[in-house]
């Protein structure tokens, strides 16, 4: 079984400043991993996504994260951030090697962006 | 927009009812997931179809149930409904059983009173 962790339940930054919000999981299996933003009122939008090669990922609107496999994490970064990106975000993971690939989430940061 | 629709987008019922949750999974996809959001449990997998046959089981309540038809579109009927069922339901869908990238649907927020 997998668990997924993420350190900050509330980031409030303010705007145009860098940004950090951190993943930590915990797998007995290879895992692929991903970060869901969820606006209010709205699903999930998948941001990026790692399954393998560079551990650098770019996503859309200029967030990226980093898959640290010595440390288990994967945490997301944007170095400016703007209003509109006020919103949850959610760490997941999946298992590499399995018949079907259900989600694990995490409990997710409120990332809230001031002006 | 995912292309994955739900309907209703908001039910509110009773305690002791039965509802009826619909989802259509973006043209192509052959897989179906059910998720459900709550302010305790956080974002839960319960169930996941492929192509009409049950794959993957979740956190799923006896009194909860889903199924796949054959036009793909799926439905997750929740019954004996209690208080603790008040949630945001959300269904996503993948091409394939085991696909990466799930595409989520806006939810359906479900209160039961």
């Known amino acids: 079984a997998q668990s997924v962790t993420q350190l900050d339940s509330q980031v409030p930054v303010f705007e145009e400043a860098p940004v950090e919000l951190r993943c930590n999981y915990s797998?007995?299996?290879?895992?692929?991993l991903f970060w869901y933003v969820q606006y209010p009122n709205q699903g999930l939008q998948l941001l990026l996504k790692?399954?393998?090669?560079?551990?650098l990922v770019k996503g859309i609107n200029g967030f990226e994260a980093e898959f640290n496999k010595s440390q288990t994490s994967f945490h997301l970064r944007k170095p400016s951030v703007h209003i509109s990106d006020t919103a949850e975000y959610f760490c997941?993971?999946?298992?590499?090697?399995?018949?079907?690939?259900?989600?694990?989430f995490g409990e997710g940061t409120q990332l809230t962006v001031n002006p | 927009d995912s292309g994955v629709t739900q309907t209703p987008k908001h039910l509110i019922t009773a305690t002791g009812q039965r509802v009826t949750l619909r989802c259509s999974p973006r043209?192509?996809?052959?897989?179906v997931y059910w998720y459900q959001q709550s302010l305790d449990q956080g974002l839960q997998f319960l169930i996941q179809?492929?192509?009409?046959?049950?794959?993957a089981k979740g956190n799923i309540l006896e009194r909860f149930s889903a199924q796949q038809f054959p036009d793909l579109h799926s439905e997750l009927n929740l019954s004996s409904l209690e208080l603790g069922d008040s949630a945001l339901y959300f269904c996503?869908?993948?091409?394939?059983?085991?696909?990466?990238?799930?595409?989520f649907g806006p939810g359906t927020r479900l209160l039961v009173l």
């Open positions: 043209s192509g996809d052959l897989s």
């Open positions: 997941a993971v999946s298992e590499r090697e399995t018949s079907g690939s259900r989600l694990t």
């Open positions: 179809y492929y192509n009409g046959e049950e794959r």
């Open positions: 996503a869908s993948s091409v394939a059983a085991s696909a990466v990238t799930q595409y």
């Open positions: 790692y399954l393998s090669g560079s551990t």
């Open positions: 797998s007995s299996v290879s895992v692929y």
